[in-house]
């Protein structure tokens, strides 16, 4: 389970995505196949959410996991390598960011 809290250990992932109305449902399904099917089986993944915005320009992927090594290891593996290029010929951007969480209301 995803838990938004500043004392929990794990590391967030925040990757945002531009696409058009056009590409949108195929990118969010492009990425639910990827955590259904391979990421959220990975070691240290905790959660994830993914969330669009209403004119479909723009999703935002909330991500956890135990470790930084656990994330990048995720990302160097051949199979999301392949999923990435994929979702990169989707997007007109993309990119994952790792943040600390600093407050919680």
Same mark, same amino acid.
């Given at each position: 389970?995803?838990?938004?809290?500043? =004392? $929990?250990?794990?590391?967030?992932?925040?990757?945002?995505?531009?696409?058009? &109305? /056009?590409?949108?449902?195929?990118? *969010? =399904? $492009?990425?639910?196949?990827?955590?259904?099917?391979?990421?959220?089986?990975? &070691? /240290?993944?905790?959660?994830?959410? *993914?969330?669009?915005?209403?004119?479909?320009?723009?999703?935002?992927?909330?991500?956890?996991?135990?470790?930084?090594?656990?994330?990048?290891?995720?990302?160097?593996?051949?199979?999301?390598?392949?999923?990435?290029?994929?979702?990169?010929?989707?997007?007109?951007?993309?990119?994952?960011?790792?943040?600390?969480?600093?407050?919680?209301?």
């Amino acid at each position: 389970m995803v838990t938004i809290s500043t =004392d $929990a250990a794990v590391q967030t992932v925040l990757t945002t995505f531009e696409c058009t &109305p /056009g590409t949108c449902q195929d990118m *969010i =399904d $492009a990425l639910s196949e990827a955590y259904a099917a391979f990421i959220s089986k990975q &070691p /240290g993944f905790v959660g994830a959410a *993914i969330h669009v915005n209403d004119a479909q320009t723009r999703i935002a992927n909330y991500s956890q996991w135990r470790e930084r090594s656990d994330f990048q290891a995720m990302l160097r593996s051949a199979e999301m390598r392949e999923r990435n290029r994929e979702i990169s010929a989707m997007a007109r951007g993309f990119e994952p960011v790792m943040y600390e969480v600093v407050a919680r209301f």
